[in-house]
């Protein structure tokens, strides 16, 4: 899929979403962490940028579930906007979704998040996750099918969330 096809897939996907109330649910995360998250909470998802997102790449992992679900298509568009598939934010969502096929070994935090997308949310994630199969620029011969390998799991955790 062509980057300007699947930005406007991801908009379409995800344009419903608002700002959530609270960025942050738990009350053990260090300073640091906090400030991470912060950064995000007066922008726009449609505003995220890979410079910041290099500075903050673990920030996802410290959201509530509303903030994740809301700022996922900040990092996906971001990501095919300046074509930076090479991310470590990208590895950290590939890792999240990379799951044994079943539900009773998730963690409460991944179900928490990731249940609350819609089909057509889903639809777009796999469809970026396929794009960066072919756009990171680190994947080359046996790289590239670790990373086909990865996607094809990530794929599989999706499809059996959008039976819940």
């Known amino acids: 899929m062509d980057r300007e096809k699947l930005l406007s897939m991801i908009e379409q996907a995800f344009a419903w979403r608002q700002a ?5 649910s738990s009350s053990q995360l260090s300073p640091y962490e906090i400030a ?11 505003s995220f940028t890979c410079a910041q997102l290099r500075e903050n790449f673990d920030f996802l992992s410290f959201c509530s579930p509303e903030a994740y679900c809301y700022c996922l298509p900040g990092v996906m568009s971001a990501v095919v906007r300046e074509n930076r ?16 096929p079943s539900r009773t070994n998730w963690d409460g935090f991944f179900l928490e998040c990731w249940i609350k997308f819609t089909l057509e949310e889903y639809d777009a ?40």
């Open 85 to 100: 598939a090479d991310l470590l934010i990208v590895g950290s969502i590939l890792s999240c979704l990379d799951r044994p």
């Open 125 to 164: 994630i796999e469809q970026w996750l396929w794009w960066l199969c072919e756009h990171d620029s680190n994947c080359d011969g046996p790289r590239l099918d670790d990373m086909l390998t990865t996607v094809c799991r990530c794929v599989d955790t999706l499809n059996i969330l959008r039976e819940k």
């Open 36 to 46: 991470d998250v912060l950064v995000y909470q007066r922008k726009d998802w449609r």
């Open 20 to 24: 959530p109330q609270f960025y942050i």
